[in-house]
């Protein structure tokens, strides 16, 4: 990938004004920085070996203004520290920001093959070594490079031979630079890999939890844990010993630069081509020389660590969205609620085998119907391909008699609430997770709904009814109590469509009639597509669809298709043989 130079740019931009102040700033400081030396030279070369009567007034006047300086430097350094540290967070919440809204919008299909954790490491610790390097870098630079060029002209004017003999140290520098940053790059970029990793693990490990104690595991996420910490350690120590030879070098260069000015120097001072005060104001510019020099290790760091954060950031930023609005897509008005599956075939990636071939299916508007069939055969996935999380391979899902890929995404997921087994509470309090289904629901459309889902006797019963904390994803709830919070949200939302994908099937007989109850009111002039397991609880449904491996194989009501003896006679017989 090139690197994309014009976008990285790009974040400076709200902040040009205070950046460029805080550049100017910086050059300012650095230059008067260069000015000590110079006065030391003028007292010990001009004053003090001058008329010595007047020498200490004259000392006095250049103290005062080595203070007035020195108080420049400062307030100019803390207006750089801080403002600059400002910019560079500002930068970095921008790009959290982005990155985040766009992740957002980014399909099922890239959230099947990423890790939560990983992502997680991007939004924090990639963007947080990126703002070091978008304040700190420029500013950096250009404090080195004054410094570096003021003291080149300065050393040069006072003795050119010796300058040159210690610049020509610096080609050797600068291959022995890049050798040791390509080294480096490769190894900040494995250590954000490891550490994603690390995330990674704990995420999962850590909302598992519950599995994890009720099969007494720890020990086996102690190792797996161990195996990722252990890889990030090794990866570290890879790259501690790139930055050791680095450093190490550029110190060696350090010193030979400082034994040769001194040998130089003192030689010079033999030969009477240099005075002895002149070799001390060497002496002191060599470490404005040397300390960019020094710098140079911290800066690549820096350096590196940031570009691969960004290139990372990219890697995310560059990826379309595998689903999303068409130009001119449309809004719906008034749906109705018919589905079509309209020959449908569909696979989740283009090397695995089709879930689903050839397959057409109405569903009137209002009408209930049930799929079932064994476990594999795809009726999470064709429900899946209404809202469009995933897009059919071939053929066409209509809603209403419209292709839902010409319609408008937003609005075609507000026609369609599903209700899952697995329910998703957000950390919170119940108005909140409720409110979630229509965000400018009043307080009462919300205690409605809730009624309407059997939900509101038992959340008046919490101690701080609708404002009680449901804690992570509901802990202090008991399955049925979710089950009727996710239920009361899709009443808010108020959807023409409904998908209920196996929502009794992990409650326990209590919890299931109380919650097969609140569905039943749910599904009331909605178009209801049921998924089960239990074929007990879809006896009453208008039609039920068997779904297998070969597609639909049967469909008809329940006593229709016992009698026809065929899949669903044998699907149902085997439940009731398990059952009894
Ligand atoms: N995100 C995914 N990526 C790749 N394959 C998937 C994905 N989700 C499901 N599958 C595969 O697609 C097939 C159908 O899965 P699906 O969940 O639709 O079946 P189902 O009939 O709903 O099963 P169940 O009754 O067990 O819930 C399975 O073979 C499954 O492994």
Redesign the pocket.
């Known amino acids: 990938m090139r690197f994309p130079v014009k976008k990285f740019f790009s974040y400076y931009k709200p902040y040009l004004t205070i950046f460029l102040t805080v550049l100017t700033c910086a050059i300012i400081v650095s230059a008067l920085t260069l000015v000590f030396p110079l006065l030391v030279r003028y007292i010990t070369k001009d004053v003090l070996e001058g008329d010595l009567s007047t020498a200490l007034s004259e000392v006095y006047w250049i103290g005062g203004l080595m203070l007035v300086i020195a108080v420049i430097q400062n307030t100019g350094n803390y207006f750089v520290d801080y403002k600059g540290h400002e910019i560079g967070a500002r930068m970095e919440s921008d790009m959290r920001r982005e990155l985040f809204t766009h992740m957002q919008k980014l399909s099922f299909s890239f959230y099947?093959k990423e890790k939560t954790g990983q992502l997680m490491s991007r939004i924090t610790n990639d963007l947080l070594l990126l703002s070091e390097l978008y304040h700190h870098g420029p500013e950096d630079y250009i404090k080195y490079l004054v410094r570096f060029l003021g003291a080149f002209v300065i050393l040069f004017f006072i003795n050119a031979p010796l300058t040159i003999t210690v610049f020509c140290f610096l080609p050797f520098l600068g291959v022995f630079s890049l050798y040791f940053n390509k080294k480096l790059n490769k190894a900040l970029r494995r250590n954000k890999e490891r550490i994603g990793d690390v995330n990674a693990q704990v995420e999962d490990s850590l909302s598992g939890i519950r599995v994890v104690k009720s099969f007494a595991n720890e020990h086996v996420e102690i190792g797996r844990f161990n195996r990722e910490n252990n890889r990030f350690l090794d990866s570290r120590k890879k790259t501690y010993k790139a930055e050791a030879y680095f450093f190490n070098g550029v110190q060696t260069f350090i010193q030979l630069i400082t034994i040769t000015v001194i040998i130089f120097g003192s030689a010079s001072i033999v030969n009477n081509t240099l005075e002895l005060a002149d070799l001390i104001t060497f002496l002191l510019y060599i470490s404005y020389m040397i300390e960019p020099i020094q710098r140079v290790t911290h800066m690549s760091t820096q350096f590196q660590e940031g570009i691969t954060g960004f290139q990372r950031f990219m890697e995310i930023m560059n990826l379309e969205p595998a689903i999303k609005d068409k130009p001119n897509a449309k809004t719906l008005q008034e749906v109705q609620g018919e589905i079509e599956f309209k020959k449908v075939s569909f696979r989740?990636?283009d090397d695995?085998d089709n879930?689903l071939v050839n397959l057409s299916l109405r569903v009137q508007q209002g009408e209930y119907v049930a799929l079932v069939?064994p476990?594999?055969?795809?009726?999470?996935?064709?429900c899946s391909l209404i809202p469009r999380f995933y897009d059919v391979t071939t053929g066409e899902v209509l809603l209403d008699g419209i292709n839902v890929r010409d319609i408008d995404l937003q609005a075609l997921r507000k026609t369609i609430g599903i209700v899952q087994q697995d329910v998703y509470l957000f950390t919170g309090t119940v108005m909140e997770n409720i409110r979630y289904g229509n965000p400018a629901a009043s307080d009462e459309e919300i205690i409605a709904a809730a009624t309407y889902a059997n939900a509101h006797n038992f959340i008046m019963s919490l101690p701080k009814g609708y404002h009680s904390e449901i804690g992570q994803r509901g802990v202090k709830l008991s399955g049925g109590q979710k089950q009727r919070l996710s239920i009361a949200r899709v009443f808010l939302k108020n959807p023409p469509v409904l998908i209920l994908d196996?929502a009794t099937s992990a409650l326990d007989n209590e919890s299931e009639s109380i919650v097969k109850e609140s569905l039943e009111l749910l599904a009331k002039g909605r178009t209801t597509i049921v998924?089960a397991?239990r074929l007990s609880t879809i006896r009453n449904a208008g039609r039920i669809i068997v779904?297998t491996e070969d597609g639909i194989v049967e469909q008809g009501t329940h006593d229709a298709l016992l009698s026809r003896d065929g899949a669903y006679a044998h699907l149902y017989s085997k439940q009731f043989e398990y059952q009894t």
């Open positions: 099947d989740y990636e695995l879930v069939g476990s594999g055969a795809g009726k999470t996935t064709l196996e998924i397991h779904l």
